[in-house]
């Protein structure tokens, strides 16, 4: 054969074996169809574990039972029952020894993600107790009044 | 030593028979490790949203950018909540400002007041990946990197995604988006490291007042299962064929 088409043959071989002996190295040995079919479950089967390994930051009400249970049970009693610790207080992640203390927010637009009046009666917004934010003691946190645990208007 | 020809291929038949009997083949498997192996779970996960219970407090979105590593003061979130306010004159009124997450606590709508008056309805819907049985965005994924678990949970490989932006434009949603800081697309996980630990999703604990559940669709005691198959319940853009998996009580036509 003469060298002009040998030596193309040559290099097309050359890179053959280099892209299939990349692909083997490169390509991680669980990548493949781990689902019901090529289409939607070709992937690296470890990804499911990274994935399940994620950080948790929100406890729930339930963990904050085991340090302030006072608190907890004072807001279980209250109108505000349904509202998570965490909502105004941010996650726990590892508290009380990573954050030692969660952060306390006093300002009004906490409320007022709740109680701020909209005018849309088809929706359950209508059913909360509401406030006009411009006329309801502006300028005072609503914490000053209110005891955020346990609203209660019977006290005041 | 004698050795006919029907020996040796009676012998070589019987030897081959033995040597391709995997040992795993005498072993019993019970029936939720032959489900495993074919690639069949007993696990669906599935997400209700009941828009009449929303009050659009936007704890659901603090708590899933919080929780999930979601740059919060960056417009970008996983799940978002729209308000919709409908008028007498026909028009609908949709904004979803830095997608909810400080909850609605004014009457104004991209800087305008509308008359109370004028209000049809108004209503606000908490939308969020619907982790579709045939979804689009994994199909189009040219590096295998966006796949379906078993349990019907649509995940992005983070070490495998080459931001090329393409499962992006694919998702008739908006669902997904690109990780500002990470460089790779971003989506809802139905918080799988939730879920998969027994936890709910962080927006389903977050939310006050059950809008948002998450269950097993085959599990049929579940009670989210239930719902969705005794109750009346809608899905979004059901016209693209992807068969979303969040389901819809209460939905309007006019939410897209």
């Known amino acids: 054969m003469k060298s002009h088409v040998f030596r193309p043959i040559v290099v097309v071989i050359i890179a053959f074996v280099l892209l299939v002996v990349a692909r083997q190295l490169m390509v991680p040995k669980d990548f493949g169809v781990h689902g019901e079919s090529f289409t939607f479950g070709y992937h690296r089967l470890s990804n499911i574990d990274e994935w399940k390994n994620y950080k948790t930051k929100y406890r729930g009400k339930e963990y904050c039972r085991e340090c302030h249970e006072e608190k907890v049970e004072e807001n279980l009693a209250s109108p505000h029952n349904v509202l998570e610790c965490e909502n105004c207080h941010g996650p726990a992640v590892d508290h009380p020894e990573d954050p030692e203390t969660l952060p306390i927010e006093t300002s009004r637009l906490l409320c007022q993600r709740c109680h701020a009046f909209l005018p849309y009666p088809q929706s359950n917004r209508a059913l909360m107790p509401a406030i006009e934010p411009e006329s309801h003691n502006p300028g005072m946190n609503c914490v000053e009044c209110h005891n955020p645990h346990h609203p209660n208007l019977e006290d005041m | ?256």
């Open chain 2, 1 to 256: 030593m004698s050795c006919s020809r029907r020996d040796l291929l009676k012998n070589t038949l019987k030897g081959a028979a033995v040597a391709s009997l995997p040992l795993s083949a005498l072993k019993v498997l019970s029936p939720a490790e032959v489900k495993a192996t074919i690639g069949d779970s007993d696990t669906r996960w599935v997400f209700l949203v009941d828009i009449q219970k929303c009050v659009g407090c936007g704890f659901c979105v603090k708590a899933c950018k919080i929780e999930n590593d979601v740059p919060y003061d960056v417009g970008v979130t996983r799940t978002w909540v729209e308000r919709y306010v409908v008028t007498k004159d026909g028009n609908t009124n949709i904004d979803t400002p830095l997608g909810g997450r400080d909850g609605y606590n004014s009457d104004m709508i991209h800087g305008e007041h509308i008359d109370p008056d004028t209000i049809t309805k108004a209503f606000f819907v908490p939308k969020l990946c619907n982790h579709c049985k045939k979804p689009a965005c994994v199909q189009v994924c040219p590096v295998g990197a966006t796949y379906q678990t078993k349990e019907g949970c649509v995940l992005v490989d983070r070490k495998w995604c080459i931001g090329c932006g393409y499962c992006i434009m694919a998702c008739p949603f908006g669902a997904r988006f690109f990780h500002p800081t990470l460089k790779v697309a971003e989506k809802c996980t139905f918080c799988y490291h939730r879920i998969s630990k027994g936890l709910k999703t962080a927006c389903v604990q977050a939310c006050p007042f059950g809008a948002r559940q998450i269950g097993n669709l085959k599990d049929e005691k579940d009670p989210v299962s239930q719902t969705i198959m005794t109750k009346r319940v809608g899905i979004l853009k059901d016209e693209y064929g992807t068969q979303p998996q969040v389901y819809y009580i209460g939905l309007d036509e006019r939410v897209r």
